[in-house]
């Protein structure tokens, strides 16, 4: 009798190698298709110099996958902060720990299916952080970018309400707040859909970055389109 093994059929480093290689497919995939919204000033791409000050609980801990049929097995979800991190940005240190100290502190309430952050939950409260931080933040960092996101799956889809298809007081306020005092803000959307983004036409956001929602590359893939290693290529399917 011949024994078929996974270790006999394909050596453990041919197995890391096929991992990466379709890791690396994933991460393009996911870049080329966000949707450039808006960029006003030619803010992005942003130089891996400039310090960057990241808002929003989804820069987190962001959406992966639908939920129910709309999702997929992953290993593991690279967040936002992690990947703008690993292509050399600076990220204001007083605002992410206070985002990770929040996100730390409420894990139990959204751990959800396989107590994943991304599963079963429509959008995340938006973490507490107080003027004088925003502030202070302001001037130690030369770019603002705020994180918002939305999941929908099998069965749910977005109300018109308030916090899935409108966006959530905490939302608005988070980017009143931080538009009043950045001189550059950055709107990254991580999203399953269009949202009504009515109450915030005016406010200065130079960019709008719509991520949607690009799977276990997430944090990845936005730090490519971030600093212009690839260009933002995606296309709406209707008019927004």
């Not at 093994?5 to 890391?16: A, F, N, P, R, S």
């Not at 994933?26 to 870049?31: C, I, L, M």
């Not at 400039?50 to 999702?71: E, I, K, P, Q």
């Not at 292509?87 to 990770?100: H, I, M, R």
């Amino acid at each position: 009798m011949i024994e078929y093994t996974v270790e006999k059929i394909i050596k453990q480093g041919e197995l890391d190698m096929l991992r990466q290689e379709k890791l690396n497919y994933a991460r393009r995939a996911a870049a080329d298709g966000m949707v450039l919204l808006k960029n006003d000033n030619k803010t992005l791409p942003i130089s891996t110099d400039l310090n960057v000050a990241l808002f929003g609980t989804t820069s987190y801990r962001g959406f992966r996958m639908g939920w129910g049929s709309g999702d997929m097995m992953a290993q593991r979800t690279v967040q936002i902060y992690e990947g703008l991190e690993a292509v050399g940005y600076t990220l204001n240190a007083d605002v992410k720990k206070v985002a990770l100290e929040w996100v730390d502190a409420h894990a139990e309430e959204y751990k959800g299916y396989n107590r994943n952050w991304d599963k079963w939950t429509f959008r995340f409260n938006e973490f507490e952080i107080s003027d004088e931080l925003i502030t202070k933040a302001a001037k130690d960092s030369d770019v603002a970018v705020i994180t918002i996101g939305r999941c929908s799956g099998e069965a749910a889809d977005l109300k018109n309400e308030e916090g899935f298809f409108k966006l959530h007081s905490e939302e608005i306020e988070l980017i009143e707040r931080v538009s009043k005092v950045f001189s550059k803000v950055v709107l990254l959307m991580n999203i399953c859909g269009p949202l009504d983004l009515t109450p915030i036409e005016g406010l200065n956001i130079d960019s709008i970055l719509d991520v949607s929602l690009c799977g276990e590359q997430l944090g990845n893939a936005v730090a490519d389109i971030v600093s212009g290693k690839v260009n933002p290529s995606g296309r709406l399917s209707t008019t927004w």
